[in-house]
């Protein structure tokens, strides 16, 4: 069975510092990864995904991913925090046609 | 394109009434849809998966006959929370499989108060 591991329910950055949030995978067959955000009481926006294409992955609102085969990564980044990124942070691996199965998710704060 | 319509956004019911929440595509069809319950500052739960035209899976632990699903078109699936009480109090998401692609889409989701 696959499963994500976020390390850290919580991560502050400064406007304008670089966001990195952590999501390692397990999987006994190669991944389908996806980034989401979630922002109050509304459901999930798909940020990128990783379908076994370029391992270099560039969503929107300026995130991008790298697929590291070897450390069973996905990590989420983006140059610099806009106070609008402040939202929860959810990676999730699907496999063939499973369901996706998320990571607990990260909160990402902005401080002005 | 490929959006799910979720309705309603936000319902408070009393104790022991039913809820229904509806999922609708309204630029695909969704053969497979998704059922997830939010609980506050947690991940994701699948409930249950529903394909168009036949009886949802459900996951170990949640009861088929307090949620019920029904996804008797390829555009609109549908939960029915029976009888409620508090406990089933929770942010419920539905998501449709994309057709085509390694996808899925979200409906905005459902807030759900038993008073």
């Known amino acids: 069975a696959q499963s994500v591991t976020q390390l850290g329910s919580h991560v502050s950055v400064s406007e304008g510092a670089l966001v990195l949030l952590r999501c390692n995978y397990s999987s006994s067959v190669p991944p389908y990864l996806f980034w989401y955000v979630q922002y109050p009481n509304q459901g999930l926006q798909l940020l990128l995904k990783y379908t076994s294409a370029a391992t270099l992955v560039k969503g929107i609102n300026g995130f991008e991913a790298e697929f590291k085969k070897s450390e069973t990564s996905f990590h989420l980044t983006k140059p610099s925090a806009h106070m609008s990124d402040a939202a929860e942070y959810f990676c999730?691996?699907?496999?063939?046609?499973?369901?996706?199965?998320f990571g607990k998710g990260t909160r990402l704060s902005v401080i002005a | 394109g490929a959006v799910v319509s979720q309705h309603p956004s936000r319902v408070i019911c009393k104790s022991g009434t039913s809820v229904k929440i509806e999922c609708r595509s309204l630029?695909?069809?969704?053969?497979?849809m998704f059922w997830y319950r939010q609980f506050p500052k947690k991940s994701l739960m699948l409930m249950a998966t529903s394909n168009e035209g036949s009886k949802a899976t459900y996951e170990q632990g949640v009861e088929k006959d307090k949620f019920l699903i029904n996804h008797a078109s390829l555009t609109l699936s549908t939960l029915t929370v029976t009888s409620a009480h508090p406990e089933d109090s929770s942010f419920y998401i539905c998501s449709a499989l994309l057709p085509g692609v390694y996808g899925y889409t979200f409906g905005s989701g459902t807030r759900l108060t038993v008073v």
């Open positions: 999730a691996v699907r496999t063939g046609n499973t369901p996706l199965v």
């Open positions: 630029d695909f069809q969704a053969t497979t």
